[in-house]
């Protein structure tokens, strides 16, 4: 043992078997001082206590992250021994004689005397195999989604409760008209405020505010386009899923009639809900047709316009005039 380390070795071997890190300390010339029965359980290199770190790292067949080989000069403690530096939580994926591996993560540390002079080196290790496989498969799953997601037909986008935009998929992109670079990370009502106050903007507040699933069919009046929209709030309440497809062709025949119509034309459905909002509707009312979308007709019908009204199956359509 070197000058100026004053400790009761046998001490603390008993101490340093009790922890869950291994532990191996060494002098400036490579002699092990000791080391913790976990080095033993951890490497399964053997239960002798080694001469020197040299010759132990040397029977050590390790690899960084990115599958490079470790070199014995690359292992923390023989980098703290050259050159006097400590080394923070380096992952190594180690091969036991066995022929199985585990993950380890390694720290190192010089150890000074009074007079700043490094007479020993430390380093300790943890076997964070479980934790790296429980990493490697909550990746192989977030893929899975991933891959899943990319290859629905519907679009799909995920929120968070502060209405910013998390994933969007390329059926998405495609109907939306806008990058997924462009959408991430943005508020949604930033983004389209013309939905503001409209019937679906209602009914995202409801599904995230009352944690339940909600459908409908409603009018996207950034693009003209119908979505048919299926909401799904997380199960730990942090945002929401929102599958939706383009129905444009779907729509009620009435709606296309409706929509190109000079008259000012606006269609309901069976609980007088604004679903189709004309532009001569809108020059009529003053009322701009994402204000209407979505909402009762008695909600934001002006008292000064005359309003006929046509019943059919599924809806009615409003015949205005001033």
């Known amino acids: 043992m070197p000058s100026g380390v004053q400790i009761d070795q046998r001490l603390i071997e008993r101490v340093l078997d009790q922890l869950p890190a291994a532990v191996i300390l060494a002098e400036p010339s490579g002699a092990v001082i000791m ?104 990746a192989a799953s977030e893929l899975r989604t991933q891959l899943t997601l990319e290859s629905m037909a519907d679009a799909f986008m995920l929120l968070d409760q502060e209405w910013e935009l998390q994933y969007v998929n390329g059926t998405a992109e495609r109907l939306l008209g806008r990058s997924r670079s462009d959408l991430l990370g943005q508020n949604l009502w930033e983004e389209y405020p013309e939905m503001v106050g409209s019937r679906l903007f209602e009914e995202l507040n409801r599904a995230r505010d009352e944690q339940v699933v909600t459908v409908l069919v409603d009018h996207f009046a950034p693009l003209d386009r119908w979505f048919e929209l299926r909401v799904h709030p997380s199960a730990d309440g942090w945002g929401l899923a929102v599958y939706f497809q383009d129905v444009n062709e779907r729509k009620h025949p009435a709606a296309r009639v409706v929509e190109h119509a000079p008259q000012a034309l606006v269609l309901v459905d069976d609980a007088d809900r604004v679903q189709l909002w004309n532009p001569a509707a809108a020059g009529t009312t003053g ?16 008292s000064e316009i005359r309003a006929e009204r046509i019943d059919f199956e599924g809806g009615a359509v409003y015949l205005l005039s001033a």
């Open 35 to 138: 080391c913790n029965r976990r080095v033993f359980e951890i490497l399964e290199q053997g239960d002798e206590v080694p001469e020197d770190i040299d010759a132990y790292l040397a029977q050590i067949v390790g690899y960084h992250s990115d599958g490079r080989r470790i070199d014995r000069a690359e292992w923390p403690l023989r980098r703290t021994l050259a050159t006097g530096e400590a080394v923070s939580d380096m992952h190594a994926q180690i091969v036991r004689p066995d022929g199985s591996r585990g993950w380890i993560a390694l720290s190192s540390a010089p150890i000074h005397d009074d007079d700043g002079t490094m007479v020993a080196a430390v380093v300790t290790f943890l076997d964070i195999t479980s934790r790296k496989r429980a990493e490697l498969d909550a």
């Open 287 to 302: 009322i701009a047709a994402a204000q209407a979308i979505g909402r009762p007709i008695s909600d934001v019908l002006p």
